[in-house]
């Protein structure tokens, strides 16, 4: 049996941010979501980031700074992501994953899904 490559959460959300442009052009609604949809308002995304931010003071506390100022900084130029997303993966795992799932529920699409 091969072994299965690693690759961390912060990385994958990585991938996700380098495939902006095959995922806008996916007709698969949930590729469009988010951060990463290209219907999202300029305001609505900066409440994304902040709601964002919020979750890595929450889960990770101090040691989360480096995420948070990353955040802010994307919050204000919007080419900050990519370095945002390299400091959400410095994050521990299990806090990095609290903080995605956490944030997935919060802006989960309407229409359909668990409730």
Not at 9 to 21: K, M, S, T
Not at 66 to 71: F, N, Q, R, S, Y
Not at 72 to 91: C, H, K, Q, S
């Amino acid at each position: 049996m091969a072994a299965l490559p690693i690759i961390s959460l912060g990385r994958a959300v990585a991938a996700v941010v380098a495939d902006l442009d095959i995922r806008r052009r996916c007709q698969c609604p949930g590729a469009r979501y988010g951060l990463w949809s290209d219907t999202t308002d300029p305001c609505e995304r900066v409440a994304r980031l902040r709601s964002l931010r919020t979750l890595v003071r929450v889960f990770a506390g101090p040691a989360g700074t480096t995420a948070e100022a990353a955040l802010a900084a994307a919050e204000i130029d919007p080419a900050m992501v990519g370095t945002a997303v390299d400091a959400l993966d410095r994050l521990p795992a299990l806090t990095l994953r609290r903080v995605l799932s956490t944030y997935a529920g919060i802006h989960r699409p309407s229409g359909g899904g668990r409730s």
